[in-house]
């Protein structure tokens, strides 16, 4: 299993940015998929979670401004997010797990396979 994640960068509060996750090495549409963050000094945090019927579960905290969603055919999985804020500031990481009974934004965090990140930074 392989994620490799890209869409991070720099934004101001209020912007816009759109993760990416492509896949490899597993049948991609059976698995749920999610993105945790994690900001220095901090704890993981499940962000978002959807499962192979596409149905999906938010952090309280991104719900309403963030959307997660995938494209089978391209074996990627995508995090929208918008009305950015400081607080986003975080490594986010993409993660899978053939458990489909766990998929959960909460548990995201300890899925069985992660990328390696891609950093979003937002300034106030």
Same mark, same amino acid.
């Given at each position: 299993?392989?994620?490799?994640?890209?869409? %991070?960068?720099?934004? =101001? #509060?209020? !912007?816009?940015? +759109?993760?990416?996750? $492509? /896949?490899? @090495?597993?049948?991609? &549409?059976?698995?749920?998929? %999610?993105?945790?963050? =994690? #900001?220095? !000094?901090?704890? +993981?945090?499940?962000? $978002? /979670?959807? @499962?192979?019927?596409? &149905?999906?579960?938010?952090?309280?905290?991104?719900?309403?401004?963030?959307?997660?969603?995938?494209?089978?055919?391209?074996?990627?999985?995508?995090?929208?997010?918008?009305?950015?804020?400081?607080?986003?500031?975080?490594?986010?990481?993409?993660?899978?797990?053939?458990?489909?009974?766990?998929?959960?934004?909460?548990?995201?965090?300890?899925?069985?396979?992660?990328?390696?990140?891609?950093?979003?930074?937002?300034?106030?």
């Amino acid at each position: 299993v392989q994620l490799v994640e890209s869409g %991070g960068g720099s934004v =101001q #509060a209020g !912007g816009s940015l +759109r993760l990416s996750c $492509a /896949a490899s @090495g597993y049948t991609f &549409s059976s698995y749920c998929m %999610g993105w945790f963050r =994690q #900001a220095p !000094g901090k704890k +993981r945090e499940g962000v $978002a /979670a959807i @499962g192979s019927d596409g &149905s999906t579960d938010y952090a309280p905290s991104v719900k309403g401004r963030f959307t997660i969603s995938k494209a089978n055919a391209r074996n990627t999985l995508y995090l929208q997010m918008n009305s950015l804020k400081p607080e986003d500031t975080a490594m986010y990481y993409c993660a899978a797990d053939p458990d489909e009974d766990d998929c959960y934004s909460g548990s995201t965090d300890h899925f069985g396979y992660r990328g390696q990140g891609t950093q979003v930074t937002v300034s106030s």
